[in-house]
Nanobody, 121 residues
Framework: QLQASGGGLVQAGGSLRLSCAAS????????ISWFRQAPGKQRDFVAG???????YYADSVKGRFTISRDNAKNAVLLQLNSLKPEDTAVYYC?????????????????WGQGTVVTVSS
């Protein structure tokens, strides 16, 4: 099971830190990614990290968001800085076995419940 947390309401330019924690399993050997879905839109890739900590980002968040692993806590973090109103969405973490980060949500087997990020202008 994956548990996403850390969402909230923040003004434009502000920051949030999202956490994705695993229960019942470890992230060993898994690639973990964050996706987001705004109302009426498809679920889009945001950032991903391999077991060896290679990172990947959507162009829209490069330089603003940072994904990292906290292996001691069996968690993956997503630091959101310089937030914009267009970042408003439900953010989901997802996991898949194997070393590769895929940008397609269909490649992930395990999903968290989502955490809401709202950025006001």
């Amino acid at each position: 099971q994956l548990q996403a947390s850390g969402g909230g309401l923040v003004q434009a330019g502000g920051s949030l830190r999202l956490s994705c924690a695993a229960s019942g399993r470890t992230f060993t050997g898994y690639a973990i990614s964050w996706f987001r879905q705004a109302p009426g839109k498809q679920r889009d890739f945001v950032a991903g990290i391999t077991w060896s900590s290679s990172t990947y980002y959507a162009d829209s968040v490069k330089g603003r968001f940072t994904i990292s692993r906290d292996n001691a806590k069996n968690a993956v973090l997503l630091q959101l800085n310089s937030l914009k109103p267009e970042d408003t969405a439900v953010y989901y973490c997802a996991a898949k076995e194997g070393p590769t980060v895929y940008y397609s949500s269909s490649r992930y087997n395990y999903w968290g419940q989502g955490t809401v990020v709202t950025v006001s202008s």
